[in-house]
């Protein structure tokens, strides 16, 4: 019976890899092999890739946010039967929370493994002669998920289990009875991986949509940037940063403010015909680095729907209406954002559409203006505020165009001539403005860091940053400690899933929660 179980899978996995599929990624969701009839040819290995990026699918299908935002200062939860939720914004976390365990992120993990060890014994068996490109794309793309998934793995728990080797019976990591590494390793594995996945992936790839939804080298420069700040390492953030901004040709901002439409006048569906707009609603853009990609006709859906825009009574999650009011009136990512309100609408339509079959909004995990915004902290970090200022300039001037100036003409009746290209902004004196960036200039490194991070909260926000943000720049428990009463640094990490533990005693729980 066994030979057969393996025989038919080996049939399945190689029926899917001929069958057609229009999706970005040619999707397999099968995604255990066995040795005795897989990894003989290029194809099948490519196969088991797309499984790899199916099972990311589901790891951050909503868990994007729950780990990224939810315990964070922008959300507040309209029902109160989501006990996930209350408790994730109520700061009351426990180990018998689904969103404790981390077995979704080690199937990703056993997967990119199963690659890693494979692609290179097929190479030492000749079976990639003279397809070097595609030994570099498969093996690449295994080790950036790999790093990714330990990345925000560590980001969440702290110490994790360092598994690098396959595991074959059906990616159970406390088979292995693995203890929890610590997390100085588990950077350095990161790094390694991070480093020779660069060095093997290409800019972009043929089809648009693969160079978004699957690792590139930016892909990997956006990583190495989190990860680096991540470590308050700014240095190097600047350096993989720096790539990704000097790749004009691949990478842009998405237009949003335009000088020939009152987009504050007209009826809101309008903001959606912005590139703004449509780099949520449907995915794929300039500005985008890497995102997970969700098809309805491939039947996967990002969850989005459930979380934000299921409507009164059904949305998982509203905005906190603190952090609604920090819009201003003329900020027109306010249009983008909600559709009343609170009501969090980034990634869908204004008007009316399909919730079935729209119901497949991309995650985005990195975008041009989030590795922008970081490296104006960077160089706040480095006593540069004019390069920082520049940034923040730019993303700023994207949302509300540029500031009119008075500039001196003796030609006029006042001694000035106004260049107004935007009406909303008056002498100088917008976000932009000369008087802003005074100001900004003489604040006090922390103050000018502040500014960066309320500005990544406007322009990322519902895209699973912000508490990580916090976290990152030690600010959680100022900023929540009087919203949930944080103030234990050992609080800040999950705790880990008692069934975690239960099936793998050498596990230790995070101290909090002992």
Do not use: H
């Not at 980001?155 to 598994?163: A, H, N, R, S, T």
């Not at 900020?331 to 009343?340: E, G, K, P, V, Y």
Request: net charge neutral; charged share 20%; hydrophobic share 40%.
């Amino acid at each position: 019976m066994k030979n057969i179980i393996k025989l038919l899978t080996g049939l399945s996995c190689l029926l899917a890899v001929i069958s057609s599929c229009k999706s970005a990624l040619d999707r397999d969701p099968l995604t255990e092999y066995a040795y005795d009839n897989y990894w003989n040819e290029p194809s099948q290995a490519s196969a088991a890739l797309s499984g790899a990026y199916f099972r990311l699918q589901s790891t951050l299908n909503t868990e994007f946010v729950l780990y990224g935002e939810a315990r964070a200062d922008m959300l507040a939860v309209p029902r109160e039967d989501n006990v996930t939720n209350l408790a994730l914004l109520g700061n009351r976390l426990n180990p018998d929370l689904a969103i404790t365990d981390w077995t979704n992120f080690y199937r990703v993990i056993s997967q990119a493994n199963l690659i890693v060890k494979n692609v290179k014994e097929m190479r030492e068996r000749g079976i990639y002669a003279n397809q070097t490109t595609e030994y570099n794309r498969v093996l690449g793309q295994a080790l950036g998920l790999r790093a990714y998934c330990y990345l925000l793995m560590t980001k969440v728990w702290g110490d994790v289990p360092l598994i690098t080797e396959p595991i074959l019976n059906n990616g159970d990591i406390n088979s292995f009875k693995t203890p929890r590494t610590e997390v100085l390793k588990v950077y350095t594995q990161i790094a390694t991986d991070l480093l020779q996945a660069r060095d093997l992936l290409p800019a972009s790839y043929t089809d648009a949509k693969r160079t978004r939804a699957t690792l590139t080298k930016g892909g990997i420069d956006a990583i190495l940037t989190d990860y680096y700040m991540w470590r308050n390492n700014v240095d190097s953030a600047l350096i993989f940063s720096r790539n990704i901004l000097d790749n004009t040709a691949q990478y842009r901002l998405a237009a949003l403010y335009d000088p020939t439409i009152d987009y504050l006048s007209r009826p809101q569906v309008d903001i959606d015909n912005t590139e703004y707009a449509k780099m949520f609603i449907d995915g794929f853009s300039q500005e985008s680095i890497f995102e997970i990609e969700y098809s309805f006709d491939e039947g996967t859906t990002s969850g989005l729907l459930a979380l934000f825009a299921g409507g009164d009574g059904v949305a998982q999650f509203v905005a906190n209406a603190n952090f609604a009011s920090k819009f201003s009136s003329t900020d027109l990512r306010n249009l983008t954002n909600f559709r009343s309100s609170v009501q969090i609408f980034k990634q869908f339509p204004k008007g009316t559409f399909d919730r079935n079959t729209q119901n497949d909004k991309n995650v985005i995990l990195y975008r041009l203006a989030d590795i922008m915004l970081l490296r104006a902290e960077a160089f706040i970090a480095k006593g540069d505020r004019n390069a920082a200022w520049n940034l923040l300039k730019r993303i700023r001037e994207r949302t509300f165009g540029p500031v009119e100036i008075q500039t001196p003409n003796s030609n006029s009746p006042t001694g000035y001539v106004i260049n107004n290209p935007n009406p909303n902004n008056k002498f100088d004196t917008g976000p932009t403005g000369s008087i802003e960036m005074a100001a900004f200039m003489a604040l006090p490194r922390n103050a000018a860091i502040d500014v960066i991070l309320e500005e990544r909260q406007k322009e990322l926000c519902f895209e699973g940053k912000r508490w990580f943000d916090l976290v990152r720049t030690g600010k959680a428990i100022s900023v929540m400690g009087p919203i949930n009463g944080l103030n234990n640094p050992e609080n800040i990490l999950f705790p880990i899933n008692l069934n975690v533990i239960r099936l793998n005693p050498s596990i230790e729980q995070n101290n909090f929660y002992k």
